[in-house]
């Protein structure tokens, strides 16, 4: 029988199947190992003085995992390096924040050598190995090295930028080529599979075959949009659970019936939370009347606090957000409140539910789940308003949102007045149309869906569904 084995630089299956305790992602990918009899192989987080190659594998939740530990020269090089100062700010087209040092890429290929080598020898014969995002492109590359002939299918979490953007990148063609020792390559929208296309047609010298497929450097890959959900069952579970509920009740109370706008984001300058505190001020300042009526709670928690980039976006947000406070706030009233902890689901749940509005306005975001959390949380009978910025991979299937520009402060400003005064009949239309996308397109249906598709099962699920 053949076994699933993921692989992704974090491994993080829930302890327990509680509900609430763990991102919709590691619940899915954990039921399918299970199902699957699989392993989830990955970076323990240990750091070590050297690599030691050593493998740890143990079953946490019913899944068996198997972590590896690298060395501090590693996660600089490749962790705080290459993905996160190279790679996520490139994919996210912040080419002012991109760092190039033959270091990182050094050390990232390197790391991806440490991953395949240390991988090869648990897999069988007909496993399908499955890489999980931008840490590991170039990992079906090194296992092919060990002449391994599984299937492996790869996806991108993050969005694909256009070409010229990509292009930017020193040895953009190289790494690129290493995505064709991939079956299957997906994206999370068809505007990164577009990008990704016009690259390979344009510098690569490659063809777009008549059955969907693409074929440069010799070889020939599928590549498709595979739009990633939350796990709405569980999510909408977790919102009617007494945790949700106490943090719902501790709102609640202390919104003393002021609207709760509501932002939860890692605090990454991909977010977009400086251009969101600007257009909220914005807003505060076009309709001075609604001061003391409104309050912007922003959930941003701290995230890659080695990376300089990061510490510098913490500095700016805090120093944003007093100055509004001090501009804004009066003696029984604060305009913003900021808090950097991080929130179980649960509890984010109840906090989602007693807003009045979801304020998502990243600058570019390859999914966010956020918005899909907060669609899953809302009472039906009185939900909040989502605003949605149209550069987030949800804005596709979410067109039922207040779709923004978050470059366009004036607009973001009055969207987030049309939301606050929405009739309760339209916000109830806007949250049906909503749901029944992420109940329907949910993480089961995401990993159903690339699962098939790399076995070799020819139709598509949602395919299957459409013609039914
Ligand atoms: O592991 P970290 O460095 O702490 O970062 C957390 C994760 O951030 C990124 O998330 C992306 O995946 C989401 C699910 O597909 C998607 O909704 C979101 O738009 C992406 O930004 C990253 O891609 C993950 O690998 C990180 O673990
Ligand atoms: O305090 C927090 C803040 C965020 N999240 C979760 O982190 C995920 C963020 O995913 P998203 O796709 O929105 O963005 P990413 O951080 O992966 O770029 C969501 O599932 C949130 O529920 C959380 O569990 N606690």
């Not at 493998?55 to 600089?76: C, N, P, R, Y």
């Not at 040092?101 to 020898?121: H, K, S, W």
């Not at 001090?326 to 906090?351: Q, S």
């Not at 149309?433 to 949910?442: C, N, P, S, T």
């Amino acid at each position: 029988m053949s076994r699933l084995i993921v692989v992704s630089n974090r491994v993080n299956p829930p302890a327990d199947t509680a509900v609430g305790t763990q991102g919709g992602l590691a619940m899915a990918l954990s039921a399918a190992l299970r199902e699957e009899n699989g392993i989830w192989f990955g970076w323990s987080g240990q750091i070590t003085d050297t690599f030691t190659g050593h493998l740890s594998i143990q079953k946490i939740g019913g899944v068996t995992v198997a972590l590896t530990d690298l060395e501090q020269q590693d996660v600089q090089e490749y962790y705080n390096g290459y993905a996160n100062r190279t790679l996520w700010p490139l994919f996210h087209y912040r080419t002012d924040l991109v760092a190039f040092e033959r270091t990182y890429d050094e050390g990232y290929l390197r790391v991806n050598q440490r991953f395949a080598d240390t991988l090869f020898p648990l897999i069988e014969k007909d496993d399908l190995i499955w890489v999980q995002d931008y840490h590991l492109l170039p990992l079906a590359q090194k296992l092919r090295e060990h002449e391994v002939k599984n299937r492996i299918g790869f996806f991108l979490h993050i969005p694909w930028p256009a070409m010229r953007v990509f292009q930017t990148l020193p040895k953009h063609k190289e790494l690129v080529e290493t995505l064709f020792d991939y079956d299957l390559i997906g994206f999370q929208t068809e505007d990164s599979l577009g990008a990704f296309q016009e690259y390979v047609l344009n510098c690569a010298d490659g063809e777009l075959l008549p059955d969907g497929q693409l074929k440069a450097f010799g070889k020939v890959v599928q590549a498709a949009a595979f739009p990633i959900g939350i796990d709405s069952e569980d999510f909408i579970t977790a919102a009617n659970s007494d945790k949700a509920l106490a943090y719902y009740n501790l709102m609640r109370n202390s919104q003393a019936g002021r609207k709760m706008i509501t932002g939860v984001d890692r605090l990454d300058y991909s977010k977009g939370l400086e251009e969101r505190f600007l257009a909220y001020e914005q807003f505060l300042n076009n309709h001075p009347r609604m001061e003391g009526e409104v309050f912007l709670m922003q959930i941003a928690t701290a995230t890659r606090e080695e990376v300089g980039t990061y510490q510098d976006l913490r500095a700016r947000l805090d120093s944003l957000s007093g100055r509004i406070n001090g501009e804004h706030a009066t003696i029984d009233w604060v305009p913003v409140r900021y808090v950097n902890r991080a929130y179980r689901r649960d509890e984010l749940a109840g906090i989602y539910r007693a807003s009045q509005v979801g304020l998502v306005t990243p600058l570019r975001d390859g999914m966010n789940l956020v918005a899909k959390e907060f669609v899953a949380a809302q009472d039906e009978r009185d939900p909040g308003v989502l605003i949605l910025s149209e550069f987030a991979g949800a804005a596709a299937q979410m067109t039922a949102a207040l779709i923004v520009n978050p470059f366009d402060r004036q607009a973001m400003a009055e969207a987030i007045s049309e939301a606050v005064h929405m009739p309760l009949k339209e916000r109830r239309q806007r949250h049906a149309d909503l749901l029944e996308d992420v109940k329907a397109r949910d993480v089961v249906w995401w990993r159903n869906d690339f699962v098939a598709r790399l076995k070799g099962e020819a139709v598509r699920l949602h395919e299957v569904e459409a013609v039914a």
